[in-house]
């Protein structure tokens, strides 16, 4: 016997339930969002659909296990969204988080006080996200980004295929040494788990991010610590660095940019749940 016809409500409340019981943060949310990409329509939408036909109910039951399986919601979907941007991303991409539109929105603040084409630099640039923000917020901006690992940087290059950023494969320790001394702001989310903190990561992210997304040696600072050496390379004296660290690091991070005399007015930030989530600093005149 087929699957019947059947509305939205009703499979909305199971899927959700389902995805309730298997932990997932936001069920109600991720549900809507399935059945939303199965129709080909979005989440506010789904209120004018009144039935479902039973091929649309099956893709959806197989999208719901696999989100009950803790399959990221962006992976099942193919894209993420970030503050005026959409990024494709699938494994082999960091996924781009809420948290970073913070100091996206931060860098490109300074990047709008500087008069003529602000120079961006963003380190770490995974999928593209704060990259392409930047050029899609800051007019007349020249973004520069450079990500390490060749997955990820394959994704990048599908985001920001005629975005005018300049991306590069490669290590941020020895990137962009023609631009030294010449960037006003250089933003970065690099990896920063500490690998102790193991097991206190989501399955979303511990069993689909990259690892070399996460994981930054025991207290989660080394990439903080070559990103800190790299921005003094390549900023101008005056120029700004931010970079986000874990909810635990707000003191640590900011450490790394207190020692020695080459970092200004360091201060570390909150989110809008009130943890500790970035580090900013100016180099020195
Ligand atoms: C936490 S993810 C952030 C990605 C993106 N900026 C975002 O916010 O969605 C960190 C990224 O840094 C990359 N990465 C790690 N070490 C790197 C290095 N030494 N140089 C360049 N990229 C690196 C990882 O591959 C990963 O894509």
């Known amino acids: 016997m087929s699957t019947p016809a059947t509305g939205p409500r009703a499979l909305l409340k199971d899927a959700t339930l389902r995805l309730s019981e298997a932990g997932v943060a936001s069920p109600e949310y991720d ?4 059945l939303a990409h199965v129709l080909g329509t ?40 970030f503050r005026h941007v959409d990024l494709r991303v699938g494994p082999g991409v960091f996924v781009p988080r809420p948290e970073t539109e913070l100091l996206a929105g931060w860098a490109i603040d300074r990047a709008r006080e500087v008069r003529d084409a602000p120079v961006v630099v963003d380190l770490c640039c995974g999928s593209g996200a704060i990259a392409l923000s930047v050029v899609d917020e800051v007019p007349g901006a020249q973004v520069h980004a450079v990500e390490l690992d060749s997955a ?9 295929v005629a975005s005018g950023v300049d991306l590069r494969q490669g290590d941020m320790a020895d990137a962009f040494p023609e631009l030294a001394g010449a ?31 996460l994981w930054s040696g025991d207290d989660g600072l080394d990439a903080m610590r070559v990103l800190a050496t790299t921005a003094a390379r390549l900023l101008r004296p ?26 200004t007015e360091v201060r570390d930030h909150h989110d809008l749940a009130g943890r500790p989530r970035y580090v900013t600093a100016r180099l020195a005149r």
Not at 31 to 34: F, V
Not at 65 to 71: D, G, H, K, L, M
Not at 243 to 262: I, P, T, W
């Open 152 to 160: 990820a940087h394959a994704w990048a290059e599908r985001n920001l």
């Open 238 to 263: 005056g120029g700004w660095v931010g970079a986000e660290h874990a909810d635990v690091q707000g003191e640590s991070a900011a450490q790394v940019f207190l020692a020695g005399d080459r970092w």
């Open 31 to 34: 549900a809507a969002e399935l």
């Open 183 to 213: 960037v006003d702001v250089v933003v970065c989310n690099p990896p920063y788990i500490p690998l102790e903190a193991w097991a206190s990561v989501a399955p979303e992210a511990r069993d689909h991010d990259p690892e070399l997304a």
């Open 42 to 81: 979005s989440r506010g939408r789904l209120a004018l659909v009144d039935e479902i036909a039973p091929v649309d109910q099956v893709a959806f039951e197989e999208l719901v296990s696999r989100r009950a399986a803790r399959e990221p919601l962006q992976h099942l979907t193919g894209s993420a969204a």
